[in-house]
């Protein structure tokens, strides 16, 4: 199956693009970045639209650059870029980590940072990781840029939280806790996963931990931080016995749904398993030095 007649425009800037968006009726004309999911949306059909607005000709839009202690991502910066990045790898290991189970290494070579966040499917990686790592996330529109908290980017499922005549610009994440975690099931290597479950913190000198944060993927219907259980980790020495009252409290922060991967039940039994031994792989994890 292929995707029904639509029209294509090429922008060469980000304001071109944001007009060219204005002149369709909301939700006819979509931006076209690495086009792994969208097109993909559009030859089943499971989308109808009027207009692509192409905006890979857009300068600036593809970069990982340092702004004082931040890391900046342009929004069509490459999973290929994120995954052999240096900077990326020093400064933010968790997403380093977690890029790497990504699709597949064609997809990874075309899809974008900025396309998998506005897309917002809740079992892929990358709004996970970017989640957990408390991003920023800075749109253009007719009206000038704003600024969007990675925690209130979602309405829902595939609903992230800009207007249809906006657009993703680049991604900003602060410094990251030193240690981190990631785990996830899959049926098999590159696929959506069942669920995952990704951690970071700041072991102290005293041993207990600070700054835990705790994401968990595929059990709702958005990317989830899960607040309950990082109350309960944090200021701890994550003993045993912390991260077991850790991950029995995952039920309350949870909303699995059943599709042809998993039903909900499974989900929701596999998740304080992966809670437990993500928070545990964390507590014994070699920190990062920035």
């Not at 693009?17 to 030859?43: C, K």
């Not at 290991?93 to 998998?116: C, E, K, W």
């Not at 969007?148 to 980017?153: G, R, S, V």
């Amino acid at each position: 199956m292929k995707s029904a007649p639509i029209k294509y425009h090429r922008a060469t800037s980000v304001e071109e693009a944001v007009q060219l968006l204005s002149e369709y009726e909301p939700g006819e004309a979509r931006v076209l970045a690495g086009g792994q999911n969208l097109v993909a949306m559009l030859n089943m059909r499971l989308w109808r639209l009027t207009a692509l607005i192409d905006v890979n000709a857009i300068p600036g839009l593809s970069v990982i650059e340092p702004r004082g202690d931040d890391i900046v991502f342009g929004a069509l910066t490459r999973h290929a870029m994120v995954e052999h990045s240096e900077l990326v790898a020093k400064r933010l290991p968790l997403l380093s980590t977690m890029i790497r189970h990504v699709a597949d290494r064609q997809v990874r070579n075309r899809g974008t940072l900025g396309g998998s966040l506005v897309h917002g499917d809740p079992s892929a990686e990358m709004p996970l990781g970017c989640l957990v790592l408390n991003a920023r996330l800075h749109v253009h529109g007719p009206n000038g840029s704003r600024e969007i908290a990675m925690e209130d980017f979602y309405d829902g499922p595939y609903a992230a939280a800009i207007e249809p005549d906006e657009m993703l610009t680049r991604i900003e994440i602060p410094p990251a806790p030193r240690h981190h975690a990631f785990m996830e099931v899959v049926r098999r290597h590159g696929d959506f996963c069942v669920l995952s479950v990704a951690v970071v913190g700041d072991q102290k000198d005293d041993g207990t931990w600070q700054n835990v944060r705790i994401g968990l993927g595929g059990l709702s219907e958005t990317p989830v931080l899960a607040h309950a259980l990082m109350e309960i980790a944090e200021g701890t020495t994550l003993s045993d016995e912390v991260i077991a009252r850790a991950a029995a409290a995952v039920g309350g922060v949870i909303d699995p749904a059943s599709d042809f991967r998993a039903s909900a039940e499974y989900r929701a039994h596999l998740a304080p398993v992966y809670v437990e031994r993500a928070l545990k792989a964390m507590r014994t994890s070699t920190p990062v030095v920035h």
